[in-house]
Nanobody, 124 residues
Framework: VQLIESGGRLVQAGGSLKLSCAASGRTFTNYKMAWFRQAPGNEREFLAS????????YYADSVKGRFTISRDKTKSVVFLQMNYLKAEDTAVYYCYADTQLQTPPQRGPLNGYWGQGTQVTVSS
């Protein structure tokens, strides 16, 4: 499985950004796809997930109403649309794929597949 994120860049506070995650290597029918982020000195933070087959979404309270996760099954891409960005959204954003990801996500080690991450920097 290969997950390749793109779209991270420097953006001003209040702006928008759309991240993409190109997924390949297998059929993702039974997978749940998710976005996490990690800022320096902070723990990894779950943001949102979407089931590949039905497109059912789930969001962390911290981003609900500002971020939208979606997937394009025909292109095998997962998106994260981020609006009204804040300085505290600055982090490396990771794409994740797992057949066992719970809703809400379980604590502890996750044994799915991770992308390499893409840096999002929000200037205030």
């Amino acid at each position: 499985v290969q997950l390749i994120e793109s779209g991270g860049r420097l953006v001003q506070a209040g702006g928008s950004l759309k991240l993409s995650c190109a997924a390949s290597g297998r059929t993702f029918t039974n997978y749940k796809m998710a976005w996490f982020r990690q800022a320096p000195g902070n723990e990894r933070e779950f943001l949102a997930s979407v089931t590949w087959n039905l497109g059912t979404t789930y969001y962390a309270d911290s981003v609900k109403g500002r971020f939208t996760i979606s997937r394009d099954k025909t292109k095998s891409v997962v998106f994260l649309q981020m609006n009204y960005l804040k300085a505290e959204d600055t982090a490396v954003y990771y794409c994740y794929a797992d057949t066992q990801l719970q809703t809400p996500p379980q604590r502890g080690p996750l044994n799915g597949y991770w992308g390499q991450g893409t840096q999002v920097t929000v200037s205030s």
